[in-house]
């Protein structure tokens, strides 16, 4: 698929971090954007910046993606591309454990874990299905696409660390649903794909020590440094221009494998 003004596209999650880059990366190309996320001020900011449209959306609400793709719809057009980059984290608990101070066993907060799926996991397919449901009123382009997704799962989907449990669980979701995804919508000309991102420098990180930053960059083989938001966006880009890029799970990660803590 050819990036250019003709096609539109949705990213999720996309004020800030690796959403924000990817909204620049498909602008930079002539790509109209609608970005969708929960901090206005952002993105607003980035719309305005790129020339693209700002739509508050919750992934986790039903209500709120079909707005936010009817509002981009309106002023885009149906979308050709779709970009899921929103996600949340979650404090770290174990499945089981024993409480320091009672010494009882605990059991894991169900209700976080339920959070992290509906956001990550469910949110991902919500806007996944919406979109390709949309992409399927579209001609097939000369180039044989009809569509491209792209989302985000993590290392940690492969890589789980102790305490990770519903994180791995949501990541680990999404590659599970990439391949299929991509088998169901072969036939109508959509293609789908999934980047694993590693320890990228993004707002997450921006607020922890220098020390604790310089101590999870010297964790990567090489380069010995934090991932760039804009190499996310590069891989992305080409998941979505190349046309036999298709079903695939993808580590960007400088070769790091995660210890178990």
């Known amino acids: 698929m050819n990036l250019d003004s003709s096609i539109s596209a ?40 790129i020339g693209g449209v700002f739509c508050k959306v919750n992934v986790a609400s039903t209500e709120d ?48 874990f339920e959070r992290i799926i509906n956001v990550n996991l469910i ?38 660390q102790i305490g990770q449990v519903a994180y791995t669980a949501s990541k680990a979701g999404v590659v599970g649903i990439t391949l299929v995804v991509a088998r169901d919508l072969s036939g109508d000309s959509i293609r789908c794909n999934t980047i694993l991102p590693g320890i990228f420098d993004t707002p997450l990180l921006a607020r922890a020590p220098e020390n604790v930053k310089a ?5 990567v083989p090489h380069p010995r440094r934090l991932g760039r938001a804009e190499e996310y966006a590069q891989l992305a880009h080409t998941m979505i221009t190349c046309g036999y890029f298709n079903g695939e799970d993808v580590r960007l990660d400088g070769a790091i494998r995660m210890a178990p803590r």
């Open 123 to 160: 949110g991902t397919f919500r806007c996944i299905t919406k979109s390709a449901a949309g992409m399927l009123t579209l001609p097939v382009l000369p180039c044989g696409d009809r569509g491209a997704i792209v989302n985000t799962a993590s290392v940690a989907a492969e890589d789980g």
């Open 215 to 219: 101590g999870l960059a010297a964790m």
């Open 10 to 49: 949705v990213v999720t999650g996309g004020a800030s971090g690796l959403g924000a880059a990817t909204s620049r990366m498909l602008a930079s190309h002539g790509v109209k954007v609608a970005i969708f996320d929960l901090n206005e001020e952002l993105g607003e900011k980035l719309a305005k910046e």
């Open 65 to 112: 993606v079909e707005a936010g793709f009817a509002k981009a719809r309106a002023a885009h057009g149906q979308e050709r591309v779709l970009v899921n980059c929103a996600g949340v984290g979650g404090g770290a608990a174990r499945t089981a454990s024993i409480d320091k101070e009672t010494k009882k066993p605990k059991e894991y907060p169900l209700d976080n």
